[in-house]
């Protein structure tokens, strides 16, 4: 096997890795929080519910496919990679903005005074990948000329 090599992926590939690597690390920081003016609580993907699904999805989606143009032997599958890469990345999109939709949000009080609740930064990283590695995932299975499952 040949050493990996950054420069041969397209942009849109490049683009799709990096938004599976900030998916990566959106988990492991705060995605649900609480916060007065002395005191803050916050909470991880894994402890807010099914939104770290989605996460992990697009994770997998760019993880797969770095790892088929850097040569792995990956499993044959029935369909190609335009098509594998696009539906993990739709659907743990679709995963994490209803997580974010879901979660309670809201504040008390005057600032200052009060306290307020809601997403926290992980939250907003996974959305942010998701819905960029979704509409790249799209430019990647519109240039591969790959039919959709159900169009066969």
Do not use: C
Not at 123 to 142: C, D, E, G, K, Y
């Amino acid at each position: 096997m040949a050493a990996f090599d950054w420069k041969k992926l397209s942009t849109t590939e490049r683009v799709i890795a990096i938004t599976a690597l900030l998916a990566l690390i959106s988990l492991f920081l705060p995605w649900y929080g609480w916060s007065n003016s002395a005191y803050s609580f916050s909470v991880g993907a894994f402890s807010s519910g099914y939104g770290w699904i989605g996460a992990l999805l697009v994770f997998a989606a760019g993880a797969y496919l770095v790892m088929l143009r850097s040569g792995s032997n990956m499993p044959k599958t029935a369909y190609g990679p335009g098509v594998l890469v696009l539906g993990a990345s739709v659907i743990g999109a679709v995963i994490v903005i209803l997580r974010w939709i879901t979660l309670p949000h809201g504040s008390y009080g005057v600032s200052g005074a009060g306290f307020s609740y809601g997403p926290s930064i992980g939250l907003f990283l996974a959305l942010l990948a998701s819905i960029v590695q979704a509409v790249f995932a799209l430019r990647l299975f519109r240039s591969t000329g790959e039919a959709l499952p159900w169009a066969k």
